[in-house]
């Protein structure tokens, strides 16, 4: 049987995702990251309103 979850995190990176899930023996084809919160990513800042 194959499902599809989504997954919102914080203070976590990929890597520690990924171990978490296989410690837990979940079986995982792929992780996409659809979308990063704040940070200093400059690309998911909004505009300046003026």
């Known amino acids: 049987m194959q499902s599809n979850f989504m997954l919102k995190v914080e203070d976590a990176k990929l890597p520690d995702i990924q ?14 990251e659809v979308f990063k919160e ?8 909004e505009p300046p309103k003026e």
């Open 19 to 32: 171990k978490a899930l296989k410690g837990a023996s979940i079986q995982v084809k792929s992780i996409v």
């Open 38 to 45: 704040g940070g200093t990513d400059k690309g998911n800042e």
